[in-house]
């Protein structure tokens, strides 16, 4: 079975700029999880989506929104950047949306802000 | 605030050597701990976890006990190896929020040399 797809792998953009990263979960589950991960710095905790609705934010601005599909994949946006927005963008899903099931990471997207 | 705290790397050592990573935690209620690990240029895979306090997590040769007293999750291996190479990241979620959500720390680099 296919693991977490995220695309793309690598992303420039301009400060102002706007942009979409999407993640494909591992078939069968239903929870898509977005982390930030500044380099040198462990994940932080953006959105989690079950079911396609949004069950828990993470502690950043309204310039990052998210969405689920009916297929359970996810989209994160991401408006106006900033040079701090710079970062390794990791998805991770999970069969179910609470509890200690393992979350399934993918290898990121990497987004440089210049 | 819920957060977790590892000792800075990086780490040095000889293949077989005796490995430690320290990682003690704050959580405003009950959490389950993991410790993942990121090798290079990829996401991140779970080496390991527990659930209650002092259950043991093994895998692959390492293991971590959860210590509640101590609020520590230390991650140890008895004889490393250069494939051992990478980032390890200690992280924990509380149980009964609405949602998953993990806290990591920032991550300790290990390098193993032949």
């Known amino acids: 079975d296919a693991g977490v797809t995220q695309s793309p792998t690598h992303l420039i953009k301009t400060r102002g700029q706007h942009v979409t990263l999407r993640c494909s979960p591992i078939?069968?589950?239903?929870?898509v999880s977005w982390y930030q991960q500044v380099l040198g710095q462990g994940p932080q905790f953006i959105f989690q989506?079950?079911?396609?609705?949004?069950?828990g934010r993470g502690n950043f601005p309204d310039r990052f929104s998210a969405r689920q599909f009916p297929n359970y994949s996810s989209e994160l946006n991401v408006n106006a950047l900033l040079l701090g927005d710079s970062a390794l963008y990791l998805c991770?899903?999970?069969?179910?949306?609470?509890?200690?099931?393992?979350?399934?990471f993918g290898p990121g997207t990497r987004l440089t802000v210049t | 605030g819920d957060s977790v705290t590892q000792m800075e790397g990086p780490v040095t050592l000889s293949e077989e050597a005796f490995l430690t990573i320290n990682c003690t935690y704050t959580?405003?209620?009950?959490?389950?701990l993991f410790w993942y690990v990121q090798y290079p240029g990829e996401g991140l895979q779970l080496l390991l976890k527990a659930t209650k306090a002092d259950d043991k997590g093994s895998n692959k040769g390492f293991e971590a006990t959860y210590r509640k007293e101590t609020t520590s999750f230390h991650l140890e291996k008895g004889s490393v190896q250069v494939s051992d190479s990478a980032v390890y990241f200690c992280a924990l979620t509380l149980m009964n929020t609405g949602f998953q959500k993990l806290v990591f720390g920032t991550g300790t680099r290990l390098l193993v040399s032949p």
């Open positions: 991770a899903s999970s069969p179910y949306g609470q509890g200690t099931y393992e979350q399934y």
């Open positions: 078939s069968g589950h239903k929870s």
């Open positions: 989506y079950y079911e396609k609705e949004e069950r």
């Open positions: 959580a405003t209620g009950y959490p389950s």
